[in-house]
């Protein structure tokens, strides 16, 4: 299995050749096998910068600080260092904040909002000469971005108070069609997914790998779940089930580390859920670890058949057949919404888009698998 080594290096790659998306999807998983690197985190705050997630990479960057005050910032964008600074000095780190302010200052001499905090933490130094009549600052400059501290395990961070997020979607992977003017959500997933049957031959699927048929075993479990309540029985997880269940649920927990008060929810199976289906289980697995369970939030009212072979839904239709049941766990809080393979990912965007018009403050979309594009 690749080290760390391996996907920070394939990160730095895709950064310095600007797909910022691609390398976003490599530091995510060498967090996981490293948790506590300052450079990955710092390396990750520069994709989603280029991607306009100016807060999340402030966040970033402040947990690579917190790691190791000594970072050299590779950020060129003042609004980043800006709020940098803010959350410095609310987590009471009032030397580098002195520190930022005069690196920043050097970089951005006439940015005025860097010029005021210099004003204030360094007086007795000379300033930059005062802006021109004529500078104009750009959107840019003014835009203020407020983020959450979270926190992180290492010892210099701990719980800090919480400060208002403005709603924005924690995207990784895949474009949203239906997204409107807001940017293309992205779905992060564990491997490519690639389905056992043949859809052309009805054959064996020669690509089907490992991974993939881990996967499906999990799945396996909702068809048992089924078959039991036809039989009017109870279908009982096997030693096996538990095996697989708890696998992905310590694959995906390194990734929710950053996160707290998080709330996990599943999109819910293509028939009406009569006994907890194998995602389900996973999710309910981590919320054993200090999360909150809403794996009962998104209900599927009634039964739907899948419309296509290869699992395909109609976003629109799917976002119909879909109801929040409980809205107030999920007012103010990120949410976790969790999938087991992600196709077109019109389910994973009709529950994100349902999560977020009821309150929920951001949506982390994931799937176990990604049906890959070469999959038959």
């Known amino acids: 299995m690749p080290d760390w080594e391996f996907y920070f290096e394939n990160g730095k790659t895709f950064n310095r050749s600007g797909n910022y998306k691609e390398a976003l999807y490599f530091f995510y998983i060498a967090l996981t096998k ?14 989603l910068e280029h991607l306009g997630r100016l807060d999340e990479a402030c966040r970033d960057l402040f947990f690579a600080f917190c790691i190791n005050p000594h970072l050299h910032i590779k950020s060129d964008n003042p609004v980043v ?6 959350l410095l000095e609310e987590h009471g780190d009032f030397g580098l904040v002195k520190k930022l ?3 920043a200052t050097g970089r951005f001499p006439e940015n005025e909002e860097l010029l005021e905090q210099r004003a204030r933490f360094l007086p007795d130094q000379i300033q930059p000469k005062n802006v021109p009549e004529t500078h104009r600052e750009s959107p840019l400059d003014k835009k203020r971005i407020v983020v959450e501290v979270q926190s992180v395990h290492h010892p210099r961070a701990e719980p800090q108070k919480r400060i208002e997020p403005e709603p924005e979607s924690v995207d990784v992977l895949s474009s949203d069609p239906h997204s409107g003017s807001h940017p293309a959500p992205d779905v992060l997933f564990l491997y490519d997914y690639y389905p056992k049957k043949d859809r052309f031959t009805s054959g064996i699927n020669p690509k089907h790998d490992f991974n993939s048929s881990r996967i499906l075993n999990l799945k396996s479990i909702d068809t048992k779940n089924e078959a039991a309540a036809r039989a009017n029985k109870k279908y009982v997880l096997s030693k096996l089930d538990m095996n697989r269940i708890t696998f992905f649920a310590e694959h995906i927990e390194p990734i ?4 707290t008060d998080l709330v996990i929810c ?3 199976k293509s028939k009406k859920a009569r006994e907890p289906s194998g995602i389900r289980m996973v999710a309910q697995k981590l919320c054993e670890n200090h999360h909150i369970d809403g794996t009962d939030i998104i209900d599927r009212p009634v039964d739907r058949e899948l419309r296509h072979l290869d699992g395909n839904r109609d976003y629109h ?3 119909a057949a879909l109801r929040i049941t409980d809205s ?3 007012q103010g809080k990120t949410v976790f919404l969790l999938d087991d393979v992600k196709t077109q990912g019109n389910s994973l965007l009709a529950g994100q888009e349902l999560l977020v018009s009821n309150g929920a403050l951001q949506v982390i979309m994931f799937a176990l698998g990604k049906t890959s594009s070469g999959s038959w």
């Open 256 to 259: 929710l580390q950053p996160y």
């Open 266 to 268: 599943v999109v819910p």
């Open 34 to 47: 490293k948790p506590q690197d300052a450079d990955t985190y710092n390396e990750r705050a520069f994709s």
């Open 81 to 86: 260092w800006i709020n940098l600074c803010t």
């Open 101 to 103: 302010i005069n690196i």
């Open 317 to 319: 239709e799917e976002l």
């Open 328 to 330: 107030n766990r999920i």
